[in-house]
């Protein structure tokens, strides 16, 4: 399991453009606004006051770049889905998207995140469309497990797998609160980290 030696917030970028530090391997986060994207950040990097936690949805308005270990970045992408906020501000954050999953040249995975106790939306069924379409490596995250019983866990991740077309090996259940899959996704990150150094050697 990766260790976190370090981690620090680095870089807001509005759009996709050379930034200091490019070259390292990157890790995108992806999920609708309020799908508890600055939480995991915070538990799976182990510094609570690393992304700032709001409980109104939309405000990561920004592709945020969090450099870890001096290995890789963490790549928080703006939350989709938020109906409340202006088109021209949806589209805006759609464009962001896009624009860095289509111009990374240094992107080895996509964590999609997806809240466990609610079937996965269309945005969500879109953007794996969208992640297979570009042939982009994701897992999927099930954020939010420790708000049901291991029962209710076993019921929604077959839901998850139909509406996103996965396997259930393929969905690992996150909780922020008590850790809850912290260690297998660290593990994804590890190889993930770990192959793309081989590759670039």
């Not at 609570?48 to 001096?70: C, H, M, Q, W």
């Not at 995975?109 to 794996?128: F, G, K, N, S, Y």
Request: proline fraction near 5%.
């Amino acid at each position: 399991m990766m260790t976190i030696r370090s981690a620090k917030f680095a870089h807001s970028l509005d759009r996709l453009r050379p930034f200091p530090g490019q070259g390292m391997p990157e890790i995108a986060m992806a999920g609708k606004s309020n799908v508890g994207k600055s939480s995991m950040i915070n538990s799976l990097l182990g510094n609570s006051k690393l992304a700032r936690i709001s409980s109104e949805p939309g405000k990561t308005r920004l592709v945020n770049f969090y450099r870890v270990n001096d290995q890789f970045w963490l790549v928080d992408l703006p939350g989709y889905g938020f109906a409340k906020a202006p088109k021209a501000e949806r589209e805006r954050w759609a464009a962001m998207i896009e624009g860095y999953l289509e111009g990374s040249g240094h992107l080895k995975r996509v964590l999609h995140l997806v809240d466990i106790r609610h079937a996965p939306t269309r945005e969500d069924q879109m953007m794996v469309d969208y992640l297979r379409h570009y042939d982009i490596p994701f897992t999927v995250v099930a954020t939010k497990a420790d708000k049901l019983s291991r029962a209710a866990r076993g019921r929604s991740i077959p839901v998850i797998c139909r509406a996103l077309a996965v396997q259930p090996w393929e969905v690992v259940p996150y909780s922020s609160e008590d850790g809850t899959g912290r260690e297998k996704v660290l593990d994804i990150l590890e190889k993930e980290i770990a192959d793309g150094c081989e590759n670039d050697e």
